[in-house]
T-cell receptor, first 115, second 114 residues
């Protein structure tokens, strides 16, 4: 089956620093990847859609200058949380879309804690 | 605006019981519907995907049905096991909008007791 990895799986950082999260599709090419955020006891909320070779599309209320997305290749998308603050602490999950039925496969997630 | 609701929010059953998880959505113009499993602190595992033209999908002890006209889907788990304990999420993709934009319910937290 399709496998998506994320790195790191967890990160703790100080307020004001930037954190980069990688999302890779390991055994398939994904022209489209998605970034979600999940707060405790809440469902996943789409943050942005990342297309290879073009600018990401952000959902309403998501600051594009704060959450920088780069989709440099068909197997890698990165999310950089710039100048992180405690309210950015959350579980970030990426997914990669296969051409078959537009099915999405999800990464294991990255737990970000900003002190 | 599409809204996805899952009932119940939590469910506790003894091992071996058959159970049904419910998902409803307000806009029937969907492209597909997926059921996912999420273990605590983990990402999502796709369980079943049902295209809008399909009525059900089966995988092992899992069976998902879709009634698009009434805006409902059910996930049936047969002979439940403690390893089935997790949060089950239902999500739809709308026609006309971003094809990849999954809209999630809040999930049903299942606990299967030995």
């Amino acid at each position: 089956g399709a496998v998506v990895s994320q790195h790191p799986s967890w990160v703790i950082c100080k307020s004001g620093t930037s954190v980069k999260i990688e999302c890779r599709s390991l055994d398939f090419q994904a022209t489209t990847m998605f970034w979600y955020r999940q707060f405790p006891k809440q469902s996943l909320m789409l943050m942005a859609t990342s297309n290879e070779g073009s600018k990401a599309t952000y959902e309403q209320g998501v600051e594009k200058d704060k959450f920088l997305i780069n989709h440099a290749s068909l197997t890698l998308s990165t999310l950089t949380v710039t100048s992180a603050h405690p309210e950015d602490s959350s579980f970030y999950i990426c997914s990669a879309e296969t051409r078959r039925f537009n099915e999405q496969f999800f990464g294991p997630g990255t737990r970000l804690t900003v002190l | 605006k599409q809204e996805v609701t899952q009932i119940p929010a939590a469910l506790s059953v003894p091992e071996g019981e058959n159970l049904v998880l419910n998902c409803s959505f307000t806009d029937s113009a969907i492209y597909n519907l997926q059921w996912f499993r999420q273990d605590p602190g983990k990402g999502l595992t796709s369980l079943l995907l049902i295209q809008s033209s399909q009525r059900e999908q089966t995988s092992g002890r899992l069976n998902a049905s879709l009634d698009k006209s009434s805006g409902r889907s059910t996930l049936y788990i047969a002979a439940s096991q403690p390893g089935d304990s997790a949060t089950y999420l239902c999500a739809v993709v709308n026609y006309g909008g971003s094809q990849g934009n999954l809209i999630f319910g809040k999930g049903t937290k299942l606990s299967v007791k030995p």
